[in-house]
């Protein structure tokens, strides 16, 4: 794997260190340090932040436009105005989890319907994206909804800086900004916009790759620890972590409590989460049996996958939760994932990114549940997009306006209207 320079080898002579004093050795003020924050990440907020808004517009415009929201409950993808259906679904949970907490338990439904035993609990549901949405409607006295977007909002403009600091190390400013572009656009990109976690889990995961490439061990670990509050599948995360923590405990050129620090604070999250659901439901598998008997939810192998797209190659819809067109632009996702996989691997990047993305890979595939969301679930896989990135770079700033700007108009369609109107997400 190629080395990774220490973070302040990067930084212009400007620019202030990490003790807030430039190489001569003269202190500089919170505002020098602030403005340098604006300098090196602003171009990638404000080119994710504008492409988001224009696919964002041609989102609601559609919903508008159809107007099937009006006709559905507002839990299940309706509600009284088309940005209603931005807190439907999962955003209904997350809401109930802010306004009235877990109240873990497995209860059996009977004679219930085939896979579905036990009734849903919001115990599927990690705590921290509705817990800082709780503490967002506290602090700023918006409602929940409210609350839950502007959460959303800042997190996925913290997660487009991550994503630009992680591919700037890589490949240089210019990729950096190309690719949070490509994730304001990418598939799956309308639940970034939405009373949804993932921003947040987005934004935790990429800063803790950019951590674990500049050897920030404490911070990668600490990192990860608070993005396993917030979604299963940080296990990903966590593994990916913990083995470059492990090459790097085998160097010794970090010493060893650093390396050794990030390898156990990065799962604690997850499983003090985990742990607390089973004790809390009386059987230690609680968490697991939830998703399982529950929501349907759980690993096994990559058979649902294997049925998904048999179905969707084959024109039927005899598998579960089968959806005709966001299924089959989750075929075409699947169809692209080994030449995307090819295309970073040959990049050689730092061994935390390659792991993370292909566990994540292979945590999605593998997984049962709802096959049309395989654009969302894919979307903490942001390494992805480093090689379009990079192949990208080399265009004029006219073509790459035009190119991005036509992504951001589609993305409105297949991203958003695609997931939450003609699909679960």
């Given amino acids: 794997m190629n080395a990774i320079p220490a973070v302040s080898s990067d ?101 219930g319907q085939p896979g579905f035993t036990i009734e849903q609990n919001s115990a599927a549901f990690f705590p921290l994206y509705p817990g800082l949405m709780r503490l967002t409607s506290d602090v700023t006295g918006l409602g929940l909804y409210g609350a839950g977007m502007l959460v959303s909002v800042l997190a996925s403009l913290f997660a487009a800086a991550g994503i630009y600091a992680v591919v700037e190390k890589l490949s240089g400013p210019r990729a950096g900004v190309i690719a949070a572009g490509i994730w304001a656009i990418a598939p799956g990109s309308g639940a ?11 934004a935790l995961a990429a800063w803790a790759c950019y951590f ?46 650093r390396p050794l620090a990030a390898m156990l604070l990065a799962p604690l999250g997850l499983l003090g989460y985990v742990a607390w ?25 990559g058979q649902g996958t294997w049925q998904a797209i048999r179905g969707v190659l084959l024109g039927r ?36 990114l390659t792991a993370y993305t292909l566990a994540t890979i ?9 096959f049309g969301n395989v654009s969302r679930y894919l979307l903490p896989a942001f390494p992805l997009f480093i090689a379009l990135a990079v192949g990208m770079r080399k265009l004029s700033w006219p073509v790459l306006a035009t190119v991005l700007g036509t992504g951001a108009i589609a993305s409105g369609w297949y ?5 939450f109107e003609l699909g679960v997400p």
């Avoid at 604006?38 to 907020?45: I, S």
């Avoid at 990916?240 to 085998?250: K, M, P």
């Avoid at 996702?333 to 935390?352: E, K």
């Avoid at 991203?415 to 997931?419: E, L, N, Q, T, Y």
Wanted: aromatic share 14%; glycine share 10%; with cysteine.
């Fill in 212 to 257: 674990t490439m500049t050897k920030q061990w404490v911070a990668a670990g600490a990192v990860t620890l608070v993005a396993g509050l917030n979604r299963p599948t940080s296990a990903a995360l966590i593994g990916a972590v913990g083995l470059a923590a492990l090459v790097e405990l085998y160097r010794r050129e970090s010493g060893v409590l």
């Fill in 415 to 419: 991203a958003g209207f695609v997931i």
């Fill in 362 to 370: 292979v945590s999605v595939l593998g997984s049962l549940g709802i």
């Fill in 192 to 202: 970034e916009w939405a009373v949804y976690s993932d921003s947040l889990f987005v």
């Fill in 11 to 111: 930084l212009p002579e400007d620019v202030p260190d990490q003790r807030g004093e430039d190489p001569a050795g003269v202190t500089r003020t919170w505002q020098d340090r602030a403005r340098a924050l604006v300098v090196r990440f602003g171009p990638a907020v404000w080119c994710y932040a504008v492409l988001k808004l224009v696919g964002f517009t041609v989102f609601m415009k559609l919903l508008s436009f159809s107007g099937d929201y009006a006709k559905k409950p507002a839990r299940f993808g309706g509600g009284t105005n088309p940005w209603d259906v931005l807190a439907s679904w999962d955003g209904w949970w997350y809401q109930q989890v802010a306004q009235f907490g877990y109240h873990p338990a497995l209860v059996p439904i009977p004679g």
């Fill in 277 to 301: 659901v089973g004790w809390r439901t009386g059987e230690w598998g609680g968490y697991f049996r939830i998703q399982h008997d529950a929501w349907l939810h759980y690993f096994d192998g």
């Fill in 317 to 352: 819809g005899d598998y579960p939760f089968a959806f005709p067109v966001p299924d089959l632009l989750a075929t075409l996702i699947v169809f692209s994932l080994p030449v995307l996989i090819v295309l970073l691997v040959r990049l050689r990047p730092p061994l935390v």
